[in-house]
């Protein structure tokens, strides 16, 4: 669909390039090579064959030379005249409504989000947008705001308290394995477990467990080498 030839500045030469499908002033125009009448990009697509009943090959091409040249000089109002009092060449439209009109619906830039809204509405909305990109206050990493929550439960540095002991200091989520090799109310075996000691509890206890053993220990310790020594275990029987 093309721009409304009200749009235009009175001109002459605005209806030169009247789109032979929308009627409407050609955006985007194409030459069509059949009966070089102009036709919006958009048209062309859809069109396949020549209204006009040219019966040769349905083919068009850009405009070039002083054709393109008066087009793009064709003075134009903006899209959302009379609220916003732009005028100005046809070629430089697009810049202005993008960059510069504060009537024009723009699309938030943040991925995934498909907000559009007035220029003036959508910075508001920007900082805002479930999808802007947060950094990480703990590793500094890049994430989307609706994902930061999910972000923290896996954050290698985001500060975690120690599963075995409320009272350990809070570490990053990194280092809870090195500190579960010290950590005093880790569950651990006794160290004499492959001989048969059933003790479990916790690191703290350990000691005194060993110390309260040590008898029971030796024991087991004599028993598994006489059930590894079969001459030894027929002696003693």
Not at 59 to 77: F, H, N, Q, T, W
Not at 130 to 145: P, S
Not at 155 to 177: A, D, G, K, Q
């Amino acid at each position: 669909m093309g721009y409304p030839i009200t749009q235009f500045v009175s001109n002459p030469s605005v209806s030169v390039y009247t789109c032979l499908a929308c009627s409407s002033v050609a955006e985007k125009p194409l030459l069509l090579k059949c009966c070089e009448s102009f036709v919006c990009d958009a048209c062309f697509k859809s069109m396949g064959t020549c209204t006009k009943g040219c019966t040769e090959k349905f083919k068009a091409k850009p405009l070039s030379g002083p054709l393109k040249k008066m087009y793009e000089m064709l003075v134009i109002r903006c899209s959302h005249s009379p609220s916003c009092e732009w005028t100005d060449n046809l070629s430089k439209l697009d810049s202005h409504l993008n960059n510069e009109c504060e009537f024009h619906l723009l699309l938030c830039q943040n991925n995934g989000c498909d907000k559009r809204a007035v220029r003036a509405e959508l910075e508001s909305h920007s900082k805002e947008c479930l999808h802007r990109l947060c950094e990480c206050m703990h590793c500094k990493e890049g994430i989307t705001f609706s994902e930061m929550e999910n972000h923290y439960t896996v954050c290698s540095l985001y500060p975690v308290p120690c599963p075995h002991n409320e009272e350990c200091t809070i570490m990053p989520r990194s280092t809870l394995n090195k500190h579960f090799e010290s950590c005093p109310s880790v569950t651990v075996n006794c160290l004499w477990k492959s001989f048969g000691c059933d003790f479990v509890g916790k690191r703290c206890e350990l000691g005194s467990h060993l110390q309260t053993s040590v008898v029971p220990h030796l024991k087991a310790v004599k028993n598994k080498i006489i059930d590894l020594n079969p001459i030894e275990k027929e002696q003693i029987n």
